[in-house]
């Protein structure tokens, strides 16, 4: 080996042994003929002093070095707590160049913004940086823990074909030109699933596999035309058996990465879960539920409300919008394919305003407070149609609202089990 020891491994207690250090180049400080480089490796960052202003002098980022030296404790005030090695530094008596480096086209540094398409240029530079590195690392974590999980319940791990023939999935196919077959095509997988299926037939009864899959589909923020899934089959099982294979997966993956232990998690049908929250995915984060408002309109002289279905959503604090702001909500409904979004005010006093109250009847105005949920200073959207497309728009409204008024705990964690899903819309 070239080296004895990684940089980011030490500690204190190595304070006097000799240690052999290969990495790169992260920053130099020249002060007074001593050289500080923080060197890096996968493991991390560690402080090397150079006495020899002649080997300092030509040393520049990124270049790689092999570095010889003792392992000593840093002066007092000069340790740096931001470094797990920041208690120590070594101080270097040989140090060699094993590769110089080019002027680098950014900084690896992740403090400081650089494009994407600069990025992936020069991605064996960017994985450089501790994020992008670190992402990668934590991905193979993340597959080493499911691996383990589901090798402890006897599942086996099959490798299913990438070159196939093209299946009605939900997307295009990527095709690939058979070299000997002129005029013949395979397809690349956009699942496993037909294979799984043939593995259970065969079987094998319990099969998983970190599968790629191909879809040519246009770009979105939770699918790529490549990505992986954790694909999975079982035989003989009934749908508890299938929940506690997938909490054991989640419940050591949070623990192994994150550290968070996850109790019990909550089910929920989707037909309540689309009625409480206007999506099969809702986010438990925060408090706020959409209010079924249907058998309330009955009987409204509001041509608007006599529909399929009436819901509202209450945004809290959210009756002294400027108007301005209501028509960019409206804008927002109608970029989601909605005629636009109607809103009821609620002043301090409790008297409704807005365009929609003075189409309702002088009841509906009187119990619309309580009926909603709603208090003073409130302001009441709501969505009326078919029940579907109506808590939609609610459900989405619900988020935006959230969004606006910062009422999602980013550091919390809210599981959900949505079941009994309907097989047809």
């Known amino acids: 080996m070239i080296r004895s020891t990684y940089a980011g491994t030490l500690r204190s207690v190595d304070a006097g042994s000799t240690v052999t250090l290969a990495g790169w180049v992260a920053s130099r400080r020249d002060h007074g003929g001593v050289a500080f480089l923080d060197l890096r490796d996968s493991s991390g960052i560690v402080q090397v002093v150079v006495h020899d202003p002649e080997v300092a002098?030509?040393?520049?980022?990124?270049?790689?070095?092999?570095?010889?030296?003792?392992?000593?404790?840093?002066?007092?005030?000069?340790?740096?707590?931001?470094?797990?090695?920041?208690?120590?530094?070594?101080?270097?008596?040989?140090?060699?160049?094993l590769s110089v480096s080019a002027p680098l086209p950014f900084p690896i540094d992740d403090r400081i913004t650089v494009g994407d398409e600069v990025r992936l240029r020069y991605r064996y530079l960017d994985l450089r940086r501790q994020s992008a590195g670190d992402a990668l690392r934590m991905r193979s974590k993340v597959n080493q823990i499911a691996r383990n999980v589901l090798l402890e319940r006897d599942f086996v791990e099959i490798e299913t074909p990438t070159l196939t023939?093209?299946?009605?999935?939900?997307?295009?196919?990527?095709?690939?030109?058979?070299?000997?077959?002129?005029?013949?095509?395979?397809?690349?997988?956009?699942?496993?699933?037909?294979?799984?299926?043939?593995?259970?037939?065969?079987?094998?009864?319990?099969?998983?596999?970190?599968?790629?899959?191909?879809?040519?589909?246009?770009?979105?923020?939770?699918?790529?035309?490549?990505?992986?899934?954790?694909?999975?089959?079982?035989?003989?099982?009934?749908?508890?058996?299938?929940?506690?294979?997938?909490?054991a997966i989640v419940r050591a993956l949070w623990k192994g990465i994150l550290d968070v232990e996850i109790g019990e998690i909550p089910q929920m049908t989707y037909a309540e879960a689309m009625r409480r929250f206007g999506s099969d995915k809702p986010d438990l984060r925060f408090d706020l539920e959409l209010v079924d408002l249907t058998s309330y309109f009955v009987d409204t002289p509001f041509r608007v409300f006599q529909a399929e279905h009436v819901g509202a959503v209450v945004m809290p604090g959210g009756g002294d919008q400027p108007r301005r702001q209501f028509d960019a909500w409206q804008e927002w409904a109608k970029q989601r394919g909605a005629k636009g979004l109607a809103y009821v005010t609620v002043d301090a006093d409790g008297v409704l305003g807005g365009p929609v109250a003075k189409n309702l009847s002088d009841a509906e105005r009187e119990g619309l407070i309580a009926a909603a949920g709603a208090k003073p200073g409130d302001c009441v959207f709501f969505a009326a149609g078919k029940a579907s497309d109506a808590r939609a728009l609610l459900g989405a409204a619900r988020i935006e609202i959230a969004r606006r008024l910062d009422m999602i705990d980013e550091k919390a964690w809210s599981f959900l089990w949505v079941i009994d899903a309907p097989m047809f819309e």
């Not at 490549?226 to 035989?235: I, K, R």
Request: glycine residues 6%; aromatic residues 8%.
């Open 57 to 97: 002098h030509g040393l520049r980022d990124e270049y790689c070095l092999r570095i010889v030296g003792t392992v000593a404790a840093r002066p007092a005030g000069n340790e740096n707590p931001e470094l797990p090695t920041g208690s120590i530094e070594v101080m270097s008596t040989e140090v060699e160049i």
């Open 165 to 247: 023939r093209s299946t009605p999935e939900g997307a295009r196919d990527f095709l690939v030109p058979v070299r000997l077959q002129p005029g013949h095509w395979y397809a690349l997988p956009q699942s496993p699933q037909l294979f799984k299926q043939l593995l259970m037939v065969a079987g094998m009864e319990r099969y998983f596999q970190i599968a790629r899959c191909y879809r040519d589909e246009d770009f979105r923020a939770d699918r790529q035309p490549e990505f992986t899934q954790l694909d999975v089959e079982m035989s003989f099982v009934e749908q508890a058996d299938v929940i506690e294979v997938g909490e």
